[in-house]
């Protein structure tokens, strides 16, 4: 099912629930949901979004999850049973990430920084150079391994996987999340 565009706007400052397995051994930390999400209950909901094609060829889910009407029951036990948690440092979910400003990623480290506390999850990605040299204050950052602000959690970025991103690719999303996904002792 598709949805209309007026539809989608009804979904506008809309959460979509954070997917916490325990245990938790990689946290994927998207920037903030998309409309589309949103109206689905799912994170990456929206077609050519490449996160879960990237995840299938990376070879951390066996099959390729289509999560554009929502999780079925066999994608959440993919994701859960290998402790593959989803969240966004923004919850508000908008058409287009650039929708949010400078303060909302700010405040999404904030609530980050209680999850992670809280859940101690074995590795957190964020998917998003720029949404994390901003939420982190960190001007100069690069994709790959950071200095994690949070003791005993590995701390990575990865490129976006929105479709529109043009710069990073299935493969070479893939290739970034098998790496972290060998980290977190997943593959």
């Known amino acids: 099912m598709g949805y209309t565009r007026q539809e989608l706007e009804t979904f506008r400052g809309c959460t979509v629930p954070d997917l916490l397995p325990e245990p938790l051994n990689l946290l994927f930390v998207g920037i903030n949901p998309g409309l589309t999400s949103a109206a689905a209950g799912a994170h990456f909901a ?3 979004n490449r996160f879960y094609p990237a995840l299938h060829r990376a070879g951390i889910t066996d099959t390729l999850i289509d999560a554009s009407e929502g999780f079925t029951e066999t994608d ?5 049973s290998r402790g593959i948690g989803i969240t966004n440092i923004a919850p508000r979910a908008t058409a287009r990430a ?52 949070w003791p005993g959690v590995e701390l990575f970025v990865a490129p976006n996987p929105s479709g529109l991103n043009a710069h990073a690719q299935v493969p070479d999303l893939a290739a970034a999340y098998r790496d972290i996904a060998r980290i977190a002792g997943i593959l």
Do not use: H, N, W
Request: hydrophobic share 40%; aromatic share 4%; no cysteine.
């Open 46 to 48: 929206k077609r050519g």
């Open 76 to 80: 959440l036990a993919q994701l859960t």
């Open 98 to 149: 650039d929708e949010l400003d400078d303060d909302e990623l700010r405040a999404g480290l904030r609530r980050l920084d209680r999850l992670v506390a809280e859940r101690a999850p074995k590795v957190v990605a964020i998917l998003g150079i720029t949404a994390y040299r901003t939420a982190f204050s960190r001007p100069r950052a690069k994709v790959g391994r950071q200095e994690s602000p």
